[in-house]
C-alpha cells in the first residue's frame, strides 16, 4: 500500500478516536493525517503516531488533496459533507447511517463481502454496529446454506450512543449506588435526564434507538434493510427486537435463523470458527467484557432451533466501536487503497 493522505472527521467521539488508534495499530500507511470536529474542538491538540494534530472544524475544512477520509460526525454531517469531500477526490468511509442504503453507495462489512466495495462512486458506508456483529458470524451460514428467516434480539451496550450514552450510564450507575436499598422496594428517585428516555443505570431498557415505524425502532429497520443489502437477500424474512443494556461497551445478540436446507450445528460450528474475524467458544460462555478491546466478535450457545427445522440458534457479541465502527472503516480504507 503506499502512503496516503487520510483525514479522520469526528475525530474527538468514541468512534474517531478508535479510529485513530486503529490506523497506528495496523500500521495504516498514513502519509497526512487531518483531524476534524464541531466548532467546540477546534484548536484541540490530538497526539497521534504521526506526530500532534490539531482539530480543525469540518465546517470549514478545505478538502483538497485527501486520500481517504473516514467519517464519524452523525448523519447530518455525512449528508452535508461527504459529498463535498468524494468530489474533491477523497474516497469517504462513512460510519453514520447516512448513505447505507442509497443504491449507490456500497455497504460493507469487511471479510463477509469485500467485492462490494470495489463498486464505489465516492462513498462506502460502514453497517450499523449491531447489524455488523451479527453478519459476521451469520454471513457464512447463509453463504452455505442461504438464510431465509431470522429472529434477532439485541443486546447493546451504552457506547453505541457515544460519548452521552457512556456519561449517562457513569452517572446513574453513582446514583442510584447512593441508595442501593430503594432498587430493590421500587422507592428510587429518577436520575437527571440523561441519553435515553428511562433510566440505564441498573435497568433494562427493551427499546434502543427512536421508534420510527410501526412501533419498531430505526435500530431495529437497520437490522433488518441492512441485512437484506449487504447479503444481498432482499426477500429474507427478519424480526428484530433492539434493547439497551447497562453495558460499557460490545452489542450481543441471541439470533435464531433457519435456511433453505438443513444446517445442522456441527457444519454452523464449522463455518463459524473457519470465518475470519470470528471466534467460536464452544465450551466458554462469551459476553461483552469479554469481546471488548477485541477486534473479531466472538460466538456461543451454539444449538438447532427445536420448534421447527433447517434452523440454529446462537448467541454473537463484538466490540461495537472496533469490528462495529472503527476497524471495519479502517479495513475498508485498507481494501480501497490496495
Ligand atoms: N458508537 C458506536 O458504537 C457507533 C458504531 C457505528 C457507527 N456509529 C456512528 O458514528 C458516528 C459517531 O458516533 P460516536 O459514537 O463517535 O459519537 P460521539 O462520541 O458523540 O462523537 C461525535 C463526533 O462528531 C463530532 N461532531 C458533532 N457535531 C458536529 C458538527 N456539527 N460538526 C462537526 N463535527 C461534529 C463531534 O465533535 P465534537 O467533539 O467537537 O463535538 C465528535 O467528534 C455516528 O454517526 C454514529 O451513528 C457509532
Redesign the pocket.
Known amino acids: 500500500m503506499s502512503e496516503i493522505s487520510l483525514a479522520v472527521v ?7 478516536r478508535e479510529i485513530i488508534a486503529t490506523l497506528q495499530r495496523r500500521k495504516f500507511p498514513v502519509d497526512s493525517l487531518r483531524l ?3 466548532e ?2 477546534v484548536g484541540t491538540t490530538v497526539e497521534t503516531a504521526w506526530g500532534d494534530v490539531t482539530v480543525e472544524n ?2 470549514d475544512a478545505e478538502p483538497a488533496g485527501i486520500g481517504i477520509a473516514l467519517f ?4 447530518d ?1 455525512s449528508k452535508e459533507h461527504a459529498p463535498r469531500f468524494a468530489e474533491a477526490g477523497a474516497v469517504v468511509v462513512d ?3 447516512a448513505w447505507r442504503m442509497d443504491p449507490r453507495v456500497p455497504l460493507v462489512i469487511a471479510d463477509v463481502n469485500d467485492a462490494a466495495a470495489m463498486g464505489h462512486e465516492g462513498i462506502i458506508a ?1 453497517p ?2 449491531t447489524t455488523m456483529v451479527l453478519l459476521m458470524a451469520l454471513g457464512p451460514l447463509h453463504g452455505a446454506a442461504g438464510l431465509v428467516e431470522m429472529v434477532a434480539t439485541s443486546y447493546q451496550s451504552v ?6 450514552g457512556i456519561e449517562t450510564l457513569l452517572d446513574e450507575v453513582d446514583h442510584f449506588a447512593k441508595d442501593t436499598e430503594a432498587l430493590r422496594t421500587g422507592t428510587w428517585e429518577t436520575p437527571s435526564p440523561g441519553a435515553y428516555v428511562r433510566p440505564i443505570g441498573w435497568n433494562v431498557l427493551p427499546l434502543a434507538g427512536n421508534v420510527v415505524s410501526d412501533g419498531y425502532t430505526d435500530e431495529e429497520l437497520k437490522l433488518v434493510n441492512e441485512t437484506r443489502k449487504i447479503l444481498e437477500a432482499p426477500d429474507v424474512m427478519v424480526e428484530p427486537t433492539c434493547v439497551r443494556v447497562p453495558v460499557m461497551v460490545s452489542h450481543g445478540i441471541a439470533v435464531s435463523a433457519w435456511f433453505e436446507r438443513d444446517l445442522g450445528v456441527t457444519e454452523a460450528a464449522d463455518l463459524i470458527a473457519a470465518a475470519p474475524g470470528v471466534e467460536l467458544w464452544a465450551d466458554k460462555v462469551p459476553t461483552p467484557l469479554d469481546a471488548s478491546g477485541r477486534y473479531g466478535v466472538l460466538v456461543g450457545r451454539l444449538r438447532p432451533t427445536i420448534g421447527r427445522s433447517r434452523g440454529v440458534s446462537f448467541w454473537v457479541v463484538g466490540d ?2 472496533r469490528k ?2 472503527a476497524l471495519n472503516a479502517v479495513q475498508i480504507a485498507e481494501l480501497v487503497a490496495g
Open positions: 469526528g475525530a474527538t467521539g468514541a468512534v474517531g476534524m470536529a464541531s467546540r474542538s469540518l465546517a464519524s460526525a452523525g448523519d454531517r460510519n453514520s447511517s460502514n450499523n454496529c457506547s453505541g450512543s457515544g460519548q452521552q461495537n466501536l462495529g465502527a
